[in-house]
């Protein structure tokens, strides 16, 4: 059996991750997503309450039936914590679901297979994945949604509070701004490749509901999600001949993951986008 993951916070023992009963709304580009429309808004510098730790009645029972959708950093940092290729993690933990409101691939953790649909990572004594755990773990009981692209504007998020009665987090003392609450779950840290994420689905060229083709949608998933093989199509194609690139950055692209996933976002830019991100050499095939 793992290891059970139990955190010290300030000198207290705590918590286990907190799961999202809502999804995150990456993948949407026009409105704000139905699970979001009927709760609070948080607005910049609003205050919540919550804490979450073994001694709640509570504790552990949400990491059940819920829908997470993981962002390319949950992806990446789950497989590594599992000794995985990006593309096993994908086989073996995600599904994919398939809804017309949805114009790019997303993928969502999945739940065991007993009725109860637990977490495979729920452990009696919290998330055993807890250091790696997914962006909406961290981010419950605060939800986020996109507004809808804009032409030249950086898309900003705006956030809202879940206030589930099944959860007694919320009945505890502690005060947090979505600032302090985003530093304290590590959300905050990870904030470079998660805006980059952001930066691909919410982006105006999806204005007015445009559509991928399925080619472009399969490079999306690739490079967002199945970094081990977005390198083997760096690596292992006419990749590097056709296109202008630093050495130093290409060696760097070898070993480093966060690196390749960074130029994952930038290929993107070109690739879906016809962003000039990308330098094509002169004669490229
Ligand atoms: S990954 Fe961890 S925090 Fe998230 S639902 Fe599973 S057990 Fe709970
Ligand atoms: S229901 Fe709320 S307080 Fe209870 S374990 Fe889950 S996140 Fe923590």
Redesign the pocket.
């Known amino acids: 059996m793992k290891k059970k993951t139990v955190e010290v916070k300030r000198g207290k023992t705590v918590?286990?991750?907190?799961?999202a009963r809502k999804p995150a709304p990456a993948a949407r580009a026009q409105a704000l997503p139905e699970a979001l429309r009927n709760q609070r808004r948080l607005e910049a510098g609003g205050r919540f309450r919550?804490?979450?730790?073994p001694e709640?009645?509570?504790?552990?029972?949400?990491?059940a039936d819920v829908n997470i959708l993981l962002t390319p950093m949950d992806v990446l940092s789950l497989s590594r914590r599992l000794g995985l290729t990006t593309g096993e993690f994908i086989a073996r933990h995600t599904l994919t679901p398939v809804t017309k409101d949805l114009h790019l691939p997303v993928l969502m953790l999945r739940m065991g297979e007993e009725p109860q649909k637990r977490c495979l990572f729920a452990g009696d004594a919290g998330c055993d994945v807890y250091q790696d755990r997914p962006w909406s773990c961290r981010m419950?009981?605060v939800g986020m949604g996109l507004p809808p692209a804009r032409a030249g504007e950086e898309p900003q998020p705006v956030y809202f509070l879940f206030e589930?009665d099944?959860?007694?987090?919320?009945t505890?003392p502690k005060e947090w701004t979505v600032d302090q609450w985003r530093t304290d779950q590590g959300v905050a840290a990870r904030e470079e490749m998660e805006a980059g994420y952001r930066g691909i689905v919410s982006h105006p060229w999806f204005i007015g509901g445009r559509q991928l083709d399925p080619k472009r949608m399969e490079i999306f998933h690739t490079a967002c999600y199945d970094l081990d093989k977005f390198r083997d199509f760096v690596f292992g194609s006419t990749f590097l001949s056709r296109f202008e690139l630093e050495d130093s950055l290409v060696a760097t692209l070898r070993d480093d993951d966060m690196a390749l996933l960074r130029f994952a976002f930038r290929w993107l830019r070109f690739a879906l986008f016809a962003e000039p991100t990308m330098k094509v050499r002169e004669g490229a095939p």
Not at 166 to 170: A, L, S, W
């Open positions: 918590p286990k991750g907190k799961p919550f804490g979450c730790h709640l009645s509570c504790f552990t029972n949400c990491c419950y009981p589930d099944f959860c007694k987090g919320r505890e």
